[in-house]
């Protein structure tokens, strides 16, 4: 970042301990990244680890507050959005056959969690939330956002992880990322299924 300040872009999409480490022993930092966009966090939404937070910022939360409340230009891409694309069986046949070795793969990886769905939340598809989080940085023209106060509860017996947000009429805490509040899942679907079929094509192109 140094020999690059202010150009390079970070999506972090797991949890944030790596972050907040390299925040403290270089606090640098929060000048020298031109942009943090952070998978994670509920705004209305349940969680999906505990009712009230999601599995990357309740594994560590004391990290996810550091990296919240620092000075990092930041974008939150929390749950309530990513939950909104379901990747569904239709769009697995629309990917490519298993006659591939990119679509014989994806059917291996994603059939049984496909099941998965299906037993643990009787949904008939699965969230790709990492994809969401990725395509909200290369194309923020598909999304909308809002500029909110947040911060992370790092003890709550009950609360762990959660994210909470100051929506008071006069409010006191400072605004300090972007949380994204709307997607547009039907461009994103069709980024996923005609990416892994150029992939597919250009694989099948090498072996020849």
């Given at each position: 970042m140094?020999s690059?300040?202010?150009?390079?872009?970070?999506?972090?999409?797991?949890?944030?301990?790596n972050?907040?480490?390299?925040?403290?022993?270089?606090?640098?930092?929060?000048?020298?990244?031109?942009?943090?966009?952070?998978?994670?966090?509920?705004?209305?939404?349940?969680?999906?680890?505990?009712?009230?937070?999601?599995?990357?910022?309740?594994?560590?939360?004391?990290?996810?507050?550091?990296?919240?409340?620092?000075?990092?230009?930041?974008?939150?891409?929390?749950?309530?959005?990513?939950?909104?694309?379901?990747?569904?069986?239709?769009?697995?046949?629309?990917?490519?056959g298993?006659?591939?070795?990119?679509?014989?793969?994806?059917?291996?990886?994603?059939?049984?969690?496909?099941?998965?769905?299906?037993?643990?939340?009787?949904?008939?598809?699965?969230?790709?939330?990492?994809?969401?989080?990725?395509?909200?940085?290369?194309?923020p023209?598909?999304?909308?956002?809002?500029?909110?106060a947040?911060?992370?509860?790092?003890h709550g017996?009950?609360?762990?992880?959660?994210t909470?947000?100051d929506?008071?009429?006069?409010?006191?805490?400072?605004?300090?990322?972007?949380?994204v509040?709307?997607?547009?899942?039907?461009?994103?679907?069709?980024?996923?299924?005609?990416?892994?079929?150029?992939?597919a094509?250009?694989?099948?192109?090498?072996?020849?």
């Amino acid at each position: 970042m140094r020999s690059a300040p202010e150009q390079v872009v970070l999506i972090a999409l797991g949890p944030l301990t790596n972050i907040a480490r390299a925040l403290h022993r270089d606090p640098e930092i929060e000048l020298l990244l031109r942009h943090l966009f952070i998978l994670g966090g509920t705004v209305e939404g349940p969680g999906n680890i505990t009712p009230a937070a999601d599995f990357n910022f309740f594994v560590d939360p004391v990290a996810a507050r550091t990296v919240v409340q620092s000075r990092l230009t930041k974008t939150l891409v929390p749950l309530d959005v990513t939950n909104d694309l379901v990747f569904t069986l239709d769009d697995l046949d629309m990917l490519p056959g298993d006659d591939t070795r990119l679509g014989l793969l994806l059917r291996t990886m994603l059939l049984p969690a496909f099941r998965a769905y299906r037993q643990s939340y009787g949904l008939e598809g699965i969230h790709v939330h990492d994809l969401v989080a990725y395509l909200t940085a290369l194309h923020p023209d598909w999304i909308s956002t809002k500029t909110m106060a947040c911060d992370v509860e790092t003890h709550g017996e009950l609360t762990r992880g959660a994210t909470l947000f100051d929506r008071r009429p006069v409010a006191q805490w400072k605004k300090n990322m972007d949380v994204v509040v709307r997607v547009n899942e039907l461009e994103m679907r069709h980024r996923i299924i005609d990416g892994l079929n150029d992939v597919a094509r250009l694989i099948e192109n090498r072996e020849r």
